[in-house]
């Protein structure tokens, strides 16, 4: 499997050198900004955004929905580290050598990559992050996956990564986040129930939306009673 995309007719590598040219034809401090940006820039920013993803709905939330919507959140981020476990055997199996090992005229923007390329850590990531919080919230989700979409392309223009390792890490992230969101999120709803109920429930419900909702709680009224007052006339 070592040899997979090597061929420099193969349109995976010639998609790899379209898009790492730009590179070459870039200003030094614009590659310096991408490289940055691929390598921990977007991940940085994925993580703002499920913070406030979390901040959202902990504010706006009803107190059911606020439960389910956060334990969403919290599988999101452990979407991404069970899709890197599932991707350790599956890099071990391909053996693919980063693109820069096998092609000649690649502008690398980072050094000291030695492992496997197949698939790439940052896409599966990125996209099991941005899938697993559009379980959560469709609004941040789909934030998150423009940004996974676009750590993709960073990774392919810094010249660490195949195209195809890229859409392969799309894959996986995506395959995690739905496959196991149903057993997350059963184990996941009564944890964070749990904790909404304790001293800790701000992380679920800010308390500030608590006494609203406790100031506009409709009254529990006994329905009126017909027809039992001592001074009702017999039918």
Known sequence: ??????????????????????????PTWFDRV????????????????????WW?????????DSVAAVAGIVWAPLAAGVALLVNVPIRGFVERPRPFVDHQGLDVLVAGKT??????DHATMAMAIGVGLFV?????????????????????YMGVHYPTDVVGGFALGTAVALLFAPVALALLTPLTSAVARSRA???VRSRKASAWAERHEPLDLPEPRLGTGDNDLAA
């Open 34 to 53: 991408m490289e940055f940006v691929g390598e921990y820039g977007i991940m940085l920013a994925m993580v703002l955004v499920v913070l406030w993803c």
């Open 201 to 203: 429930g701000w992380l």
């Open 136 to 156: 959560a919230n469709r609004g941040f989700g789909l934030a998150a996956i423009g940004l996974a979409l676009a750590e993709g392309f960073c990774r392919v």
């Open 56 to 64: 959202s709905v902990r504010r706006r939330g009803s107190a059911e």
């Open 1 to 26: 499997m070592a040899g997979l995309a090597s061929d420099g007719s193969n349109p995976d590598v010639g998609l790899l050198y379209d898009i790492n040219g730009l590179a070459k034809s870039a």
């Open 115 to 120: 492992d496997y390329s197949f698939v790439s």
